[in-house]
């Protein structure tokens, strides 16, 4: 069975600079998806940043990028430059082929709280 | 614009109500999902489909229906048997590759009086 956990329930961060948040996955599959979202209060999930198990390179989409350690099996999120728009709920999941046809699994979640 | 459409927004409910959340995509999509978040949690699959006519139940599919006529639609219909249906309940849907990107709709938040 596959697991997502995400150890830090929440986080403050100051406006302009970067934040790291944890994720670290359990599997047995070799080729997977990881998948960072973000949820802001309104409640829709919005993707923001996708890495295969394949990729050599670390993902990287604007001020976001992923810090993939395939050994460690951790995935981390590096936000740059932190906004006040950024402060949300942020979820890592993993989708495998053998799991359940590719279902999306999510951890716990991260509150991130941006302030002036 | 193509997207995941869900409705009602937010919903309320008697206790020994069924009520059927909508859920439409327009992206042609071949599977779609549903999924549950409680308060301060993650999300959980209740369902899901990978084609027309065929779905499958995921971690917490008692007390939870649904159907797959139309590839761009998935109603979810909570049943009287769920025990604590009020939550937030979010539509996906993703293309044949089981490692891609899920779109989400905007969800509906369902709350039992």
């Known amino acids: 069975a596959q697991k997502i956990t995400q150890t830090q329930p929440g986080m403050f961060v100051q406006e302009k600079e970067a934040v790291t948040l944890d994720c670290t996955y359990d599997?047995?599959?070799?080729?997977?998806?990881l998948f960072w979202y973000k949820q802001p209060s309104s409640g829709e999930m919005i993707f923001l940043i996708y890495?295969?198990?394949?990729?050599?390179q670390n993902a990287t989409e604007g001020r976001y990028s992923l810090n993939f350690q395939k050994a460690r099996k951790s995935a981390n999120l590096v936000i740059s430059a932190s906004q006040l728009g950024d402060s949300a709920m942020y979820f890592c999941?993993?989708?495998?082929?053998?799991?359940?046809?590719?279902?999306?699994?999510f951890g716990a979640g991260t509150q991130v709280v941006v302030t002036p | 614009d193509g997207g995941i459409t869900q409705s009602p927004k937010y919903l309320f409910r008697k206790e020994g109500q069924n009520v059927t959340l909508s859920c439409e995509q327009n992206?042609?999509?071949?599977?779609m999902y549903w999924y549950r978040q409680d308060p301060g949690q993650g999300l959980r699959l209740i369902y899901y489909?990978?084609?027309?006519?065929?779905?499958q139940k995921g971690d917490i599919a008692e007390g939870y229906s649904v159907s797959r006529e139309k590839k761009e639609s998935f109603p979810l219909t909570v049943t009287s048997a769920q025990k604590n249906p009020t939550a937030f309940y979010l539509c996906?849907?993703?293309?044949?590759?089981?490692?891609?990107?899920?779109?989400f709709g905007e969800g509906s938040r369902l709350t039992v009086l």
């Open positions: 996906a849907s993703s293309f044949s590759n089981p490692t891609g990107e899920l779109f």
């Open positions: 890495q295969g198990s394949y990729d050599e």
């Open positions: 992206l042609n999509h071949d599977a």
């Open positions: 599997t047995s599959d070799q080729s997977y998806g």
């Open positions: 489909s990978q084609i027309v006519n065929d779905f």
């Open positions: 999941a993993m989708r495998s082929p053998f799991d359940s046809w590719g279902k999306l699994q």
